[in-house]
């Protein structure tokens, strides 16, 4: 068994990763997909890949997924211009119309090969193809002696769709159970912030009664003092009259002053007995 010889060139694949590549192998498909990877022999790995069969003015995709292409089937390969990958010269088709274009088609091209090698036979020239080479004109692109039927490659492209379809519906169910998961958490959070809400309001209602309280307690407290201010210089003004009738002062009198005091009195005392003798009299 001869040596691999490496993909000089694989280099150059390095500004394709990661973009959108057709590329056409040897025995006659054509694969679009993102070029995820390569190694030294140009062996490609396709993701989302697809394989575009044509007949006539039609075509359809047959979707084959991740998709792992040998470096020596290779034979064309190129960048996909998004900006112009719509603007398509054919009409996309159902799979089951093309693949029966395509049968028909087939069967008339193996007609005329058919009818071309008997006809270089004759004049002793060899044919084209020989046992085991690859029948580029099958759809399969299998040998001739392994080649699918109409029926089985319309089953085949069947069972690829619901596959994909399948594919498609446990995506979008997951896509909806996320969703439904993050509407819950979004629902618990806001739930927790309204409580939240509800707790701080609370204890703010209850720090403001209390606030209120202590201001009408300093107020009581205040106006109970200004009465008491108030009521003690009358109770002063109360008790000093009681002190001074208690405690009289008594004045310190020189002799003479006690005569003349004496005196006053003896005369005061004769007035009042002349004014009630007078009384009488009259």
Excluded: W
């Amino acid at each position: 068994m001869e040596a691999l010889v490496p993909f000089t060139t694989s280099g150059q694949l390095l500004n394709c990763v990661d973009k959108k590549m057709l590329v056409a192998l040897r025995d006659g498909r054509k694969i679009f997909g993102v070029l995820r990877s390569y190694d030294q022999f140009a062996n490609l790995v396709l993701n989302d890949a697809v394989e575009r069969i044509h007949a006539e003015d039609e075509y359809a995709d047959i979707p084959r997924g991740l998709y792992l292409i040998r470096g020596e089937n290779v034979v064309l390969m190129g960048e996909v211009d998004l900006d112009f990958e719509d603007v398509v010269p054919l009409k996309s088709a159902p799979i089951e119309d093309v693949l029966n274009k395509t049968a028909v088609l087939d069967e008339n091209r193996a007609v005329a090969d058919s009818v071309r090698d008997a006809v270089l036979r004759q004049r002793g020239f060899c044919t084209e193809r020989v046992d085991g080479d690859v029948d580029v004109h099958n759809y399969g692109h299998e040998p001739s002696t392994s080649a699918f039927t109409r029926q089985q490659q319309v089953q085949h492209a069947e069972q690829l769709k619901r596959d994909a379809e399948l594919e498609a519906e446990a995506e979008a169910a997951l896509q909806m159970e996320q969703q439904r998961a993050y509407i819950m958490q979004q629902q618990q959070h806001q739930q927790q912030q309204q409580q939240q809400a509800s707790e701080l309001k609370a204890i703010e209602e209850q720090q403001m009664l209390m606030a209120q309280q202590q201001q009408m307690a300093f107020t009581q407290q205040q106006q109970h003092l200004a009465q008491q201010h108030a009521q003690q210089p009358q109770h002063a003004q109360s008790v000093q009259p009681v002190q001074s009738m208690q405690t009289p002062q008594t004045p310190i009198l020189t002799p003479e002053q006690h005569q003349r005091f004496i005196h006053h009195q003896q005369q005061q005392f004769y007035q009042q007995q002349q004014q009630q003798h007078n009384q009488f009299r009259y």
